[in-house]
């Protein structure tokens, strides 16, 4: 489908790269793409059932997209500002010790309604006009991995992605890499606890979070080069290790149809699958798929579906999301471009999307898969 606005160069794929392309799933059916244009600017879009671009796209002031929830009202979408908010760098006048300087920027959700007027929007690392980034205590994003995700608990977002920590080191400061998590009540008014953290793993990559109802918690994994695994953050408890040999990537994380939850990392090329409910995965798959960066997604009742690119579409196969991962029928091909960074959403009527490069920096494609019966 055409856009009418550019968007990001697709090929960047690495953590710190920019994210072209983020979809979420309205209740009543539909979804809304958001795209990073080339302009400074995160757009939203509204998709029809047959996802077709409804109406015109707005936007909002942004150097990179994170991810966007939707509703059948609105929706928040996660997204890097310039610390002055389309201004300036806001490094401040502390000193490195070491190392090249970069940009200090912020985090924000932004809430948004169906017309695309802002209702609110949070910055969820702490920069401020008293705190720059290379000052102690700053929590901010650099140029270190820094992509997100959002979850919704019914009332409440939560965000959850790498940040940059600024500490002082006798007259000069280092800045380490490490996750953060934050939850914005339904007026923008930023929520301590609901299982939010100042600093969880460090160093990590691949921040991923999901709202359990059954708990009434949200679960969250990293893939951290601390004793190198896939962890469970504040505090940490162990899922999988794992050998930090420049091939161990994380995955997605979902919510198990029995207990506890799927995990799904990779490790020199070869996709893994773990299920844990608090510390040590207690069932493991060694050979779901050949990739560095599997997707893995709910996709109706008591499955899921493992996905990963190959050349210029994707495989995909549905498995089992209960307490086995046992797979169910044979894998098959999605005829869109992967992205290593990007996620398939679920959606009401039990099917999946995932938003694609199109046929030129003006369009883009849905990969659907439709309900499994």
Avoid at 16 to 38: E, F, K, N, Q, Y
Avoid at 116 to 136: D, F, H, P
Avoid at 214 to 242: G, K
Avoid at 249 to 263: C, E, I, M, N, T
Wanted: proline letters at 4%.
């Amino acid at each position: 489908m055409s856009l009418g606005t550019a968007v990001t160069g697709y090929a960047q794929e690495g953590d710190t790269d920019p994210l072209p392309l983020a979809i979420s799933a309205m209740p009543s059916g539909g979804s809304r793409v958001a795209w990073l244009g080339t302009d400074k600017k995160v757009y939203i879009g509204q998709l029809d059932c047959d996802d077709k671009l409804m109406g015109t796209p707005f936007s909002f002031s942004g150097i990179d997209l994170q991810d966007i929830y939707a509703d059948d009202s609105g929706g928040v979408v996660l997204l890097t500002r310039d610390a002055t908010n389309g201004g300036t760098d806001n490094c401040g006048t502390g000193t490195l010790c070491g190392g090249t300087s970069s940009p200090c920027r912020t985090m924000w959700m932004v809430r948004f309604n169906s017309a695309g007027t802002v209702e609110w929007e949070t910055q969820v690392t702490n920069l401020s006009s008293s705190l720059a980034g290379y000052q102690n205590g700053a929590r901010f994003v650099w140029w270190y991995q820094h992509h997100g995700r959002i979850a919704f608990d019914g009332t409440n977002y939560a965000a959850y992605f790498g940040v940059a920590i600024t500490v002082n080191n006798g007259s000069c400061v280092d800045i380490h890499e490490g996750d953060r998590m934050q939850v914005v009540g339904p007026t923008g008014a930023l929520l301590t606890g609901h299982d939010s953290f100042e600093v969880g793993c460090s160093h990590s990559w691949q921040s991923r979070i999901v709202w359990d109802a059954r708990s009434s918690h949200f679960a969250m994994v990293c893939a951290t080069d601390n004793n190198c695994r896939i962890a469970q953050p504040n505090p940490y408890r162990t899922v999988v290790t794992a050998t930090c040999d420049g091939t161990f990537f994380g995955g997605d994380l979902v919510v198990s149809s029995s207990s506890g939850y799927w995990s799904a990392w990779s490790q020199s090329g070869a996709i893994r699958l773990a299920h844990f409910t608090t510390g040590t995965s207690d069932t493991n798959i060694a050979d779901a798929g050949s990739s560095a960066h599997p997707h893995l997604v709910p996709y109706g009742p008591g499955k899921m579906l493992l996905a990963w690119g190959t050349g210029t579409s994707m495989s995909a196969q549905v498995r089992d999301a209960g307490a086995t991962g046992a797979t169910i029928g044979p894998s098959f091909t999605i005829g869109v471009n992967d992205h290593n960074c990007q996620a398939f959403k679920p959606c009401a009527d039990g099917s999946v999307a995932y938003p694609a490069s199109g046929a030129n920096a003006m369009s883009i494609r849905i990969g659907r898969v439709m309900p499994c019966n």
